[in-house]
């Protein structure tokens, strides 16, 4: 299975449209991918707090279809990283976007754990309370967005609801970076699961990024790393050595807290065409 990270740098004195249309071609350039996956709220910038409401959108909008288009045309799947989306009957959400090689909506997941404390997406936007996996043919997805990466019980739950490989789209900041590398090879070894982790370069309302997106495998072994700028970061890996090293080395199967969900795979009224093969 081939996945292609595309670590897109945010530029202040670019437009929101302007970024976008950069996003539609770098996923278009990604044809013979199985999986695209972009980094979070890199429409605004994770750190623009300011933005978030004049740049908002509802789940339908101006990026969604953008980005349908985009996987339609590049015939992958396309994690189109997270949106601040606005809810009509509710609160803003930093909302992720799974869409099929046909450029249908394969699931939405609402970030669960929002980072600011007292400030920031903390108090501007609402919490999602949902499990979001996504069967794609050769492996099933288990999500989450940044700040969730802190929290080792949310992928439990998704490995506990079928995951297999963990996508965690980021807006991850420099100062530090050595906990980001550090918590995605953890979240791998604990689920015995590939992570792939995006993140943004640039710099997001004074805030350098990390970058450093990374794909590890199973055994929490890098098998490859960006570096901090603007690239692209294409990975091989099989799918199969979840299963392989899940029954090499069963831990697993020793579990005694966390056995089950608060909910499983099916249930998530959000998930829309998750399930589909």
């Not at 202040?12 to 350039?29: G, N, T, Y």
């Not at 949310?154 to 100062?175: D, K």
């Not at 795979?265 to 399930?275: C, F």
């Amino acid at each position: 299975m081939r996945a292609s990270l595309i670590q897109i740098a945010v530029d202040e004195r670019e437009s929101v449209a302007d970024r976008r249309q950069r996003a539609v071609a770098l996923v278009r350039e990604q044809a013979g991918a199985d999986l695209v996956v972009l980094p979070e709220l890199w429409t605004t910038g994770a750190f623009a707090y300011e933005d978030f409401g004049s740049e908002a959108e509802p789940l339908e909008g101006p990026t969604y279809e953008a980005m349908a288009k985009a996987a339609a045309d590049a015939g992958v799947w396309l994690h189109a990283g997270s949106i601040p989306e606005r809810d009509p009957e509710g609160p803003l959400y930093n909302t992720s976007l799974v869409f099929s090689p046909s450029g249908d909506l394969a699931a939405a997941y609402r970030k669960i754990h929002r980072f600011g404390f007292d400030r920031g997406e903390a108090v501007l936007m609402g919490a999602g309370s949902e499990l979001v996996t996504v069967r794609l043919p050769e492996t099933t997805l288990g999500l989450g967005t940044c700040y969730d990466l802190r929290f080792p019980e949310l992928f439990r739950s998704l490995t506990a609801a079928g995951a297999e490989t963990l996508v965690l789209p980021a807006g991850w900041p420099e100062r530090r970076r050595a906990h980001w590398t550090l918590l995605a090879r953890a979240r791998a070894v604990e689920n015995q699961a590939f992570v792939l982790a995006c993140g943004t370069a640039g710099t997001h309302a004074g805030v350098p990024q990390a970058g450093h997106s990374v794909v590890v495998d199973p055994w929490g072994e890098v098998l490859a790393e960006a570096g901090p700028d603007e690239e692209v970061l294409t990975v091989d890996f099989d799918p199969a050595k979840v299963a392989e090293t899940r029954e090499q080395f069963p831990a697993l199967k020793d579990r005694v807290l966390g056995l089950e969900p608060p909910y499983g795979p099916g249930e998530n009224p959000r998930q829309g065409l998750s399930d589909r093969p």
